[in-house]
């Protein structure tokens, strides 16, 4: 069922295009709902959709053949998935999938191409999108290789948080030990430690973030260059509106 124009948009990308092509868009959208664990892409299989995300949060996954797995990107609200279309690519080697539930503005393959090619604003705001979805990547194997696990976990702290609406989301030792790929004894210790720091609040499968701009610190430059480009080529460009 298409959106009606008079839908309240809660995903930054869409809310940022004018009007005319804001309603062209929401017209071939439909409303879904995501469940944890929910694949939105799966491995070298054809993309079907793009998911814009409203809320709740989606991994980006690389897997070997020996079945580890890192992550390599987040997708909250800001963002959607499906880039490969973007680029006349029509499927990937990574694993997309929901890791805390929420909804979806879902469009078709087909749709999300005629759109591209027929609004160029729309197009150039899914241009910029995936570079700055690049500079996350880059700077998820610039944190695994020169970054502590204290670093990289406040790193992937404050990037959930800036996706979900509160300040505690469910999340476990055992799917963070993957997401950055290391044992999770480590990530046990590591969540100790930031909470002896008074950053955050763990409990069974959920942590709580109490002192972000301390959590800022511990990141240190882990943190915040994608960010700042994301407000420098979206959220801050008045010519996008």
């Known amino acids: 069922m298409a959106i009606s124009s008079q839908h309240t948009i809660r995903n930054n990308l ?14 071939a959208l439909d409303r879904v709902e995501l469940k944890r664990k929910d694949v939105l892409a799966q491995p070298n299989e054809p993309l079907t959709h793009v998911h814009f995300l409203e809320t709740g949060v989606a991994s980006v996954v690389v897997g070997t053949r020996d079945r580890r797995r890192i992550e390599v990107g987040i997708i909250g609200s800001e963002g959607a998935t ?6 006349d690519v029509d499927s990937t080697p990574h694993e997309t999938f929901i890791q805390i539930e929420g909804e979806a503005l879902r469009m078709s393959k087909d749709a999300f191409i005629g759109l591209i090619e027929q609004r160029p604003a ?37 990037m959930c948080h800036d996706r979900v609406e509160k300040d505690e989301f469910p ?13 999770r004894p480590g990530v046990t210790t590591t969540i100790h430690i930031l909470e002896g720091a008074g950053t955050i609040r ?22 915040g260059i994608p960010e700042a480009e994301y407000r420098r080529l979206i959220t801050d460009d008045v010519a996008l509106g």
Not at 82 to 87: D, E, K, N, R
Not at 131 to 156: C, D, M, V
Not at 209 to 219: M, Y
């Open 202 to 223: 763990a409990r069974r499968s959920h942590i709580e973030i109490v002192d972000r701009p301390k959590l800022e610190l511990i990141a240190g430059d882990s943190y």
């Open 14 to 27: 869409l809310s940022r295009l004018r009007a005319d092509d804001r309603a062209a868009i929401l017209a």
């Open 82 to 87: 499906g880039l490969p279309l973007l680029f």
């Open 171 to 183: 999340i476990t030792h055992e799917f963070l030990s993957v997401m950055l790929g290391v044992h």
């Open 122 to 158: 729309f197009r150039r705001l899914m241009m910029r999108y995936a570079h700055i979805f690049q500079l996350f990547t880059a700077q998820t194997a610039l944190s695994h290789g020169s970054y502590t696990l204290e670093e990289r976990l406040a790193r992937w702290l404050l």
